[in-house]
């Protein structure tokens, strides 16, 4: 028996002695459900989550890809029940108060801690990143996302500003509105940098992980997602202000409005790739 066939042997009986730990995981994904249809409906709404959408089927898939690295049989670890009650508490509570970002944080938790008992800390170590990253399809609570929208759009709108000012073109800056010669543009909550936030965090933490050797690159990697998102949306206002100035203000509204915001999310992608190849790089030994 090779080694493949002897660790889905393994596997086969972890699975056998351990069905009732799994059956519990399947009732609480299927008395879970109402929570996930609100999510799903979330991410259809939303267009800031509709990356949600491809969360669950590429962390099932980062566990698949691991598979062979699992060893069972494994030692169970009590810290897992640990997270589990964490779990069920804020669960209950959010359900209480029908918060729902508490409540689908709550439900990660709890399915982590679970799998964290049963698979032992030496195979979570290995797939932790799949729970983790299941954190990216959650939307940020409304009071958060306003709270940070506006300082970051009143942010963009004074850089923009510095920026069109150095190159000569002649704008006030009101607020998150700059006013150019017989044309207002409003920096809106699409233009903060927020809005491509998230999908950009996920994708730099999905690539810094699958790529990067060592902790610190990916971490670092997944932080730039951050800066790179502002940057790149302030230079959409920015070009979008020019156009305004230059061309004329139809195509600014227009064009501009319609394309510049899948262009700024390719471009910051661009970035985060290149950047990510940098942190690759290696000094070759002498």
């Known amino acids: 028996m090779n080694q493949v066939a002897g660790n889905q042997a393994l596997l086969a009986k972890h699975l056998k002695a351990h069905l009732y730990p799994y059956l519990l995981l399947g009732a609480i994904v299927l008395f879970s459900l109402p929570i996930l249809w609100d999510l799903v409906a979330d991410w259809v709404r939303d267009d800031n989550y509709s990356h949600g959408f491809f969360i669950i089927p590429i962390s099932i898939w980062l566990i698949y890809r691991q598979r062979h690295e699992l060893v069972f049989p494994a030692k169970p670890a009590s810290s897992g029940w640990i997270l589990f009650g964490l779990g069920a508490f804020g669960l209950a509570v959010g359900v209480a108060a029908n918060e729902y970002f508490s409540t689908r944080v709550a439900l990660v938790l709890l399915v982590t801690g679970l799998v964290l008992y049963y698979v032992g800390k030496e195979n979570f170590k290995k797939i932790w990143f799949s729970f983790f990253f299941l954190l990216f399809m959650i939307p940020i609570p409304a009071v958060i996302y306003n709270a940070a929208t506006f300082p970051m759009q009143l942010f963009?709108?004074?850089?923009?500003?510095?920026m069109l000012q150095a190159i000569g073109v002649p704008c006030v800056g009101k607020g998150n509105v700059i006013q150019l010669p017989e044309y207002s543009l409003e920096v809106l909550e699409a233009c903060s940098g927020l809005r491509s936030l998230v999908t950009l965090m996920a994708l730099a933490a999905l690539y810094g992980y699958l790529t990067l050797p060592g902790k610190v690159r990916p971490v670092i990697l997944f932080l730039a997602a951050i800066p790179i998102a502002i940057v790149t949306n302030i230079f959409r206002i920015f070009f979008t202000a020019v156009t305004a100035y230059a061309i004329s203000t139809a195509f600014a509204e227009d064009f501009m409005h319609e394309m510049s915001g899948l262009l700024v999310f390719i471009t910051a992608l661009a970035l985060t790739l290149i950047l990510g190849g940098i942190l690759k790089w290696r000094r070759k030994p002498s």
């Open 156 to 162: 963009a709108s004074d850089i923009t500003v510095s």
